[in-house]
């Protein structure tokens, strides 16, 4: 048995997050408007049992498996959104769960700067892998439990506004995500990616949120 963290399917990867993706993996690279499930069990060692589970029986592609001694992640995709659908009842079928095992997002932290310092600025890009952050634009900084969330917040908010895709990290004990543009896109960014979080159902998801 294992403990489902994240299940989160994701229609359409956006062109930001497919090309961050594939920057960050070791795996099979996924291509931009393919749609992407992300797994996230416990213990991590688990997710080798996953993957072998949805490789065999279905057509998708591994982008990236993270084993972690907690945490185990997977990402799978293909063109076909049937078949990534299909790798997921598979896998559920096989632990004799459903989608509403997973745990529900929570937002732990979220924090817009505006017109950021160019000094600041200098200290996120030289960690991001994504777009770089410029002199004055605002930035949004969302940390979600479990972290595996945070790609469909980055999806989501790439999908809604013309924002700038600087850092996700969608494996381990929390997800990061940090963004960048206009004042007015982030707020537009934020709004999207209460949304879409509130809209993920599962088991209640315990610990305090701070929203700022």
């Keep these: 048995m294992i403990d489902l963290r994240t299940y989160s399917f994701i ?7 497919a090309s961050f993706i594939a920057t960050v993996s070791k795996g099979f690279l996924p291509l931009e408007r393919q749609a992407s ?13 996953v993957t072998d589970i949805v490789l065999k029986s279905t057509d998708v592609i591994p982008g990236m498996q993270i084993v972690e001694r907690a ?3 997977l990402e799978i995709h293909s063109s076909d959104q049937g078949m990534v659908r299909e790798a997921g009842r598979r896998m559920l079928e096989y632990f004799e769960l459903d989608e509403q095992a997973r ?29 770089v952050i410029l002199e004055g634009q605002a930035m949004l900084v969302l940390e979600v439990h479990p972290a595996g969330y945070a790609a469909i917040a980055a999806n989501e908010a790439e999908k809604t506004a013309p924002i700038d895709l600087l850092e996700v990290i969608m494996f381990g004990a929390f997800g990061r ?11 537009e960014a934020w709004k999207a990616i209460q949304a879409v979080l509130g809209e993920t159902k599962g088991r209640p998801n ?7």
């Design 37 to 49: 499930l992300i797994v996230e069990v416990a213990p991590g060692m688990s997710i080798n049992v």
């Design 177 to 187: 995500l940090w963004l960048g543009g206009g004042e007015s896109e982030i707020e």
């Design 11 to 17: 229609d359409s990867l956006q062109p930001q997050l």
């Design 103 to 131: 745990l529900q997002p929570r937002i732990v932290s979220n924090q817009i700067i505006t017109g950021v310092d160019n000094h600041q600025t200098q200290l996120i890009n030289r960690m991001r892998h994504g777009n």
């Design 206 to 212: 315990a610990g305090k949120s701070l929203i700022l």
């Design 71 to 73: 945490y185990g992640m």
